[in-house]
């Protein structure tokens, strides 16, 4: 049973450039969340997709967007990356109501 | 003010010491409590859920307490293998603007030395 997989696992840009990170839910989960984790921070909330909408969204900007696919993979967009959008981004899946999210392996985004 | 804080220590705590960390949230209506895991450059991991009446998993033990919006984290007899950052999520209520999204505290960073 495949756990929460992301990709890619890292990545380096340039300041204006866009991005594209894709995540896949652990078998049987419905609900994908983004978190974006600066060095030394924990992570926060972007926004979380469930039956292909967005659900919920955190404070961040509408450069950042996403989508959900009906086989509820997700894909996190960033557009006009800034050096400080450099950070592990994580993807978490759940079932229904999300009281536990199962975090995939994260992808590491470097903005030079 | 933080919906979550946590002091961020380091901590560094010799093997079989005692260890707490505490958390405070600034939601009076937040739902749901949990201490996660994160190992260096890994993925957070749950480590276990927080309830009011209190949880013990073998060497952890977690308090709730609702009226002081506090959250605490007690490791005993701590071993090399416990070292990680600590940390502290809640969840807002249902039908509240944070439900089902995980507000995480800054983290604690505990090293436990031979």
């Known amino acids: 049973d495949a756990g929460v997989t992301q990709s890619p696992t890292h990545l380096i840009k340039t300041r204006g450039q866009q991005v594209t990170l894709r995540c896949s839910p652990k078998?049987?989960?419905?609900?994908v969340s983004w978190y974006q984790q600066a060095l030394g921070q924990g992570p926060q909330f972007i926004f979380q997709y469930y039956e292909e909408e967005e659900r919920q969204r955190g404070n961040f900007p509408d450069r950042f967007s996403g989508h959900q696919f009906p086989n509820y993979s997700s894909e996190l967009n960033v557009n006009a990356l800034l050096l400080g959008d450099s950070a592990l981004y994580l993807c978490?899946?759940?079932?229904?109501?999300?009281?536990?999210?199962?975090f995939g392996p994260g992808t590491r985004l470097t903005v030079l | 003010r933080k919906e979550v804080e946590q002091d961020p220590g380091p901590f560094n705590v010799p093997e079989g010491a005692t260890v707490a960390f505490n958390c405070t949230y600034s939601n009076s209506a937040s739902q749901s409590f949990f201490w996660y895991r994160q190992d260096c450059r890994k993925e957070p991991k749950l480590l276990m859920s927080?309830?009011?009446s209190g949880n013990e998993d073998g060497r952890f033990t977690a308090q709730l307490n609702r009226a002081s919006q506090y959250i605490s984290l007690l490791i005993r007899d701590s071993k090399l293998s416990d070292s990680a950052t600590y940390l502290c999520?809640?969840?807002?209520?249902?039908?509240?603007?944070?439900?089902?999204?995980?507000?995480f505290g800054q983290g604690t960073i505990l090293t436990v030395h031979p």
């Open positions: 927080v309830y009011s």
């Open positions: 999520v809640v969840i807002g209520n249902a039908g509240g603007t944070s439900y089902g999204k995980l507000t």
């Open positions: 978490a899946s759940s079932l229904g109501p999300p009281d536990e999210q199962f």
């Open positions: 078998s049987g989960h419905d609900t």
